[in-house]
């Protein structure tokens, strides 16, 4: 029922910048989170940063001051802008939004994953 499509992935040098893109499409009562998680072959997904529709962003040590976070609410999209880019900083990104659906009782919380964008740092 939701769709999450990701752009913005690529190949750059190392100390290059990209900028990743969000948007969710579909029937949405009300967006939860959105935010970007990274993961290597081998290893497990981790977080890289999100954004809580009524919270404070929150970074993962390792991308702090390095990369940003935003919302546009409007269209219910999020951007993950990557700076200083580091070979280490070149798995998969995934989008991801928590949502809140109105259900036979109540309100009922998902969670909803892209299908994954590339980045590749070359040194």
């Known amino acids: 029922q939701v769709q999450l499509v990701e752009s913005g992935g690529g190949s750059v040098w190392a100390g290059g910048s990209l900028r990743l893109s969000c948007a969710a499409s579909?029937?949405?009562?009300?967006?939860?989170?959105m935010g970007w998680y990274r993961q290597a072959q081998g290893k497990q997904r981790e977080l890289v940063a999100a954004i809580p529709t009524d919270g404070d962003t929150n970074y993962a040590d390792s991308v702090k001051g390095r990369i940003t976070i935003s919302r546009d609410t409007a269209n219910n999209a999020v951007y993950l802008a990557m700076n200083s880019l580091k070979p280490e900083d070149a798995p998969a990104y995934y989008c991801?939004?928590?949502?809140?659906?109105?259900?036979?009782?109540?309100?009922?919380?998902?969670?909803?994953w892209g299908r994954g964008t590339q980045v590749t740092v070359s040194s």
């Open positions: 991801k939004v928590t949502t809140a659906e109105v259900g036979l009782h109540g309100l009922v919380g998902y969670a909803f």
């Open positions: 579909g029937v949405i009562f009300r967006i939860k989170t």
